[in-house]
Each structure stands twice: as C-alpha cells, then as structure tokens.
C-alpha cells in the first residue's frame, strides 16, 4: 500500500460529459502529480502540484484541469470528454517540489468514455 | 528531446532463467534514471534510482546498472512473483525535474 488514494477506481461516461477524480496523497507529501497511462503512450505526465501552486505542467489538455486543496488532496477535472480519453488516470506523490524520481502511486482511476 | 526507449517490449522467462531488460535513453545532462515495477491493475512501485555511469544498485533478484547510454535492469533466478511490467524514466536538467517514461518490458516467469 503507497498510501495514496485514489477515487473512484473506475468510471464509464459518455462523450462530451464531465468527470472529477480525486487523490489524497501520502500523509506528509507535499507535492501531487497527475499521470495519464493508455496502452499506446505509456505514462504522460500532465500536471504537478506543490503545497496548493501549480509547479510544473506536462500535456494536459485545455479540456483538463487540476487544483490541489489546502488540505493536500487534488482533483482532476476532465470535461467535454472524447473516446481517445479513455485511460487510467493515476496520482502520485512526493514529500519535496522537485521529482527526486522515487514518486508513490496510487492504483489509479481507470477512464472509460463510450 | 528526451527520450526513453525500453526493450523488448515482452520477455517471457522459466523459472529459474536469469536475464536481463534494457532502458536506452537520450537526454540533455541525466539527472537521475529510475526503475519501477507495475503489476497490472496497480500504480508503479519505485524500485531503484541511478546518477551516474557505472552506478549499480541492488534489490533482492534485482541489479540495475547505468552506462551513459543505457540502463540494464538484471533478473537473476527469477521466480513467478517477479512477473510485471518494469518500467524505466529518466530525469533530465532541461525537463524541470520532470520523469520521461518508458513504454516499459512486461516480464513474465513461468513456473
């Protein structure tokens, strides 16, 4: 168990629709990233958080947006959705703002748009 | 630009069989090579970090070692519990400590 967690584990949805996935790192972790995984592009960070600021992005769509709250959890918001969405979506976290490369994972979000 | 190229895209093993993964990467001034381990369903677990060429790391049936160019992850005796895809990303100093991914090697060890 990494100690992070993530909500919900899965989530079917339509095109064009709204979702929200949430993360509550590990107890003391400062900072929070956001990780897309399909099975043709491996993992394509999209987005970190450091303390409540937004500290480094990735290639995240317009269409997406995260924020991470003062208590430390973060929420990412996936909106107008589109087939090509679908993913497993996975938070991460780190005690530091600066990837030092041992980040721990949650068991992600798996994404399904139909 | 970065990259981060992993071989072979499979390995299927016996039991007992030792081998080896390879990470081959390409980034401007490596700051850290790191490998992690995904079993399916799961978020990737931190196995090992390397700095620098010639650095060699342990764990258990596990030997990760950094050249300037590549990252081998080494699998000696392995057992069925070691089946997983392993993962390899490198940081760079032009990525703002971010980690470029590798598609990863998914491993399986038949008993």
């Known amino acids: 168990d990494s100690g992070v967690t993530q909500t919900p584990k899965h989530l079917i949805t339509a095109t064009g629709q709204r979702v929200t996935l949430r993360c509550s790192p590990r107890?003391?972790?400062?900072?929070v990233y956001w990780y897309q995984q399909s099975l043709d592009q491996g993992l394509q960070f999209l987005i970190q958080?450091?303390?409540?600021?937004?500290?480094a992005k990735g290639n995240i769509l317009e269409r997406f947006s995260a924020q991470q709250f003062p208590d430390l959890h973060s929420e990412l918001n996936l909106s107008s959705l589109e087939l090509g969405d679908s993913a497993l979506y996975f938070c991460?976290?780190?005690?530091?703002?600066?990837?030092?490369?041992?980040?721990?994972f949650g068991e992600g979000s798996r994404l399904t748009v139909l | 630009e970065d990259q981060v190229t992993q071989s072979p895209e499979a390995l299927r093993l016996q039991e007992g069989e030792s081998s080896s993964l390879n990470c081959s990467y390409t980034?401007?001034?490596?700051?850290?090579l790191f490998w992690y381990r995904q079993d399916p369903g799961k978020g990737p677990e931190f196995l090992f970090t390397?700095?620098?060429?010639?650095e060699e790391k342990e764990k258990e049936r596990l030997k990760a070692t950094l050249t300037k160019k590549e990252s081998f992850l080494h699998i000696t005796a392995p057992k069925p519990e070691d089946s997983a895809t392993y993962l390899c990303?490198?940081?760079?100093?032009?990525?703002?400590?971010?980690?470029?991914w590798g598609a990863g090697t998914k491993l399986i060890i038949k008993p």
């Open positions: 991460a976290s780190s005690l530091g703002s600066v990837a030092t490369g041992e980040l721990f």
């Open positions: 107890s003391g972790d400062l900072s």
């Open positions: 958080y450091y303390n409540g600021e937004e500290r």
């Open positions: 980034v401007s001034g490596l700051r850290g």
């Open positions: 390397l700095y620098s060429a010639g």
């Open positions: 990303a490198v940081q760079g100093q032009d990525s703002n400590y971010q980690l470029i």
